[in-house]
Structures are given as structure tokens and as C-alpha cells.
């Protein structure tokens, strides 16, 4: 299984990005998708996930910013980022709860993008 993310840049304060996140490989479902983010010298954080029924929870730090979205069936999620901050800025990371073909469900990452909001 593989995660393969897109869509970080420099952005200006106020801007916006969109990233997507694609899952390929083996497997027989996704659970949770999610992304988490991490700044320089800071802990990864969750920044916002989505549940296979579309449920959302977000970091209260981007609540009313960020929109987490996901296509089960082509098994993407994405995440519109509005209104950036410079404090936004990370490596941001996908990741996917898999329900694997073992019948385990197993976390897997995306290798991350960054996104850098600066003027």
C-alpha cells in the first residue's frame, strides 16, 4: 500500500492550498483517513480526519479554515486550506487507517509535502 501526496507551495498569508493524497495498492478498505502536519522542531499533530462515513474532526487550530474531503471510491482525501497562516507552515502528512488484505488494519503514510506560507 502507498500514499502519495501532492499539492504543497509557498503560499502568502490569507492564501490557499489544496492537498491530495491518492492510496494504491492491495488492500481491502480504508477506515479513517487523515492529515497531520509537523514544524520545524514541533511534534506531529493532527491537523484533520475524516471518516469512511464522512465524519470530520479538526484541530482547533484550523477549524473553519481547513476542509478535509475523501472519494472512497477512488480512495483519496483531500484537504482545502483557506485563509493560511504563517504558522500553517509544515511538512504535511496523509495518512490512511488500512483494512489490509490479512484482515489487519495497519496505518500507512504518505511521504509528505510542504507547504510554506510566507510573504
Known amino acids: 500500500v502507498q500514499l502519495q501526496a501532492s499539492g504543497g507551495g509557498l503560499v502568502q498569508p490569507g492564501g490557499s492550498l489544496r492537498l491530495s493524497c491518492a492510496a494504491s495498492?492491495?488492500?481491502?478498505?480504508?477506515?479513517?483517513m487523515g492529515w497531520y502536519r509537523q514544524a520545524p522542531e514541533k511534534q506531529r499533530e493532527l491537523v484533520a480526519v475524516?471518516?469512511?462515513?464522512?465524519?470530520?474532526n479538526y484541530a482547533d487550530s484550523v477549524k473553519e479554515r481547513f476542509t478535509i474531503s475523501r472519494d472512497n471510491a477512488k480512495n483519496t482525501v483531500s484537504l482545502q486550506m483557506n485563509s493560511l497562516k504563517p504558522e500553517d507552515t509544515a511538512v504535511y502528512y496523509c495518512?490512511?487507517?488500512?483494512?489490509?488484505?490479512?484482515?489487519?488494519?495497519?496505518?500507512?503514510w504518505g511521504l509528505g509535502t510542504l507547504v510554506t506560507v510566507s510573504s
Open positions: 495498492g492491495s488492500f481491502f478498505g480504508i477506515n479513517d
Open positions: 495518512n490512511a487507517e488500512v483494512r489490509t488484505t490479512r484482515g489487519a488494519v495497519r496505518p500507512y
Open positions: 475524516i471518516t469512511s462515513g464522512s465524519k470530520t
